[in-house]
């Protein structure tokens, strides 16, 4: 049996019917090509619910009609996965092709084998890395925003800990041992700005841990010289020598970085990065 933590904090009332109708308007202003009437229904949508349980705010951004946030907001988050609970392994792995708990499991095999004593996986969703990776780490910790991916997981019985929460939080916050493996297999395209998320993974990696994770990406031309930006999914795109920066100022040497195809959407390839990094020892 494992550990199920959960920690939610209590949301403001919000006039549910006045959002529904400013964000069923804002959806389809935006399918009809009309993007400066439907920023302004978003806009709308912000002022209704701070929170942003809609992603009103990558949405806007991802229409180059507003500030690109630092990171998606965490009720947005929660409530997008909550949502697709119960098919999300249908829709990620049959529908979108995705395999990188996979491509890590391959990854590290070839360069970083183990075995781990404690694997933390952020974000771990259903369980699809803990499936991959159980028996590769004596003991394996899972985190997640929604809670309902939690309970999917907690059946499996794969994890020895499950955490509903924010993955930079917990890295951040947490009150447990630290880990010798930690994954973020579908993290990083709900995070912007990453200088919490590897300070947080700097903090709770033993010396020599090793790093395991996905991000997505655009074009260089698309980002133009930008650290990350919102892509056409309403998920963020990272600069692979961003993705660099980052590792390198929290002490972490890249064992490898490659190109990968994370995902299919409408049919087309999301192309990203895998990325395995080691904790040096410090000076």
């Known amino acids: 049996m494992s550990d199920h933590e959960t920690g939610a904090a209590e949301a403001s009332p919000v006039d549910e019917e006045a959002l529904a109708e400013a964000y069923n308007r804002a959806l389809a202003l935006e399918k009809a090509g009309d993007l400066d009437a439907a920023a302004e229904a978003y ?87 803990g499936e991959v990776l159980r028996d590769m780490a004596a003991h394996i910790t899972g985190v997640d925003l929604s809670e309902t991916m939690i309970e999917v997981t907690d059946e499996k019985e794969l994890y020895d800990a499950l955490y509903v929460g924010d993955a930079v939080d917990f890295l951040q916050h947490a009150d447990v041992e630290p880990f010798d493996l930690i994954t973020a297999t579908d993290v990083l395209p709900y995070l912007g700005e990453l200088e919490a998320f590897f300070e947080g993974a700097a903090e709770l990696a033993t010396e020599g841990a090793v790093l395991a994770f996905s991000s997505e990406t655009l074009p260089d031309e698309t980002l133009a010289g930008r650290p990350f930006m919102v892509g056409p999914h309403q998920r963020f795109a990272h600069a692979q020598a961003y993705l660099g920066k980052m590792l390198a100022d929290h002490g972490f040497a890249g064992l490898a970085i490659g190109d990968i195809v994370v995902r299919h959407e409408m049919g087309q390839p999301v192309t990203g990065h895998l990325v395995i990094a080691r904790k040096q020892k410090a000076d």
């Open 43 to 129: 806009r709308e949508v912000l002022a209704l619910d701070p929170a942003d349980h809609g992603g009103a705010a990558v949405r806007l951004a991802s229409m180059g009609r507003g500030e690109t946030p630092t990171r998606a907001s965490e009720a947005y988050v929660a409530t997008l996965f909550d949502q697709h609970a119960g098919e999300f392994e249908s829709i990620l792995v049959d529908q979108l092709g995705y395999d990188v708990p996979a491509l890590v499991r391959q990854a590290l095999e070839e360069i970083a084998p183990g075995p781990y004593e404690r694997m933390l996986d952020l974000g771990c969703g259903t369980g699809l890395a």
